[in-house]
């Protein structure tokens, strides 16, 4: 991932996916629905990092660092291209 958008797509994708509400996330993070609503659409210029821990935890999704132009493991890439 490269963008804050990009970002903001994964953590709506996943919190469909878990069954979740963006009221109910946003309440357990500690932020407002509507801030979390611009989040994952793309539409928020900036999205605290206070504000991105406590959404990817109550997802159960952690940041990963990794060198930039580094390859992953085949999982990895499968995983970046969207499963198979």
Partial sequence: MRTLQEVGQVVATTRRTLGLKQK???AQAGITPESLLRFER?????FGTRKLLAVLAVL??????????TSGSLDELRLERGGA
Avoid: I, P
């Avoid at 793309?42 to 900036?46: C, I, L, M, N």
């Avoid at 159960?60 to 132009?69: D, M, P």
């Fill in 60 to 69: 159960g999704l952690e940041l990963t660092f990794k060198k930039a132009g």
């Fill in 42 to 46: 793309g539409q928020a210029a900036e």
């Fill in 24 to 26: 109910d996330v946003a």
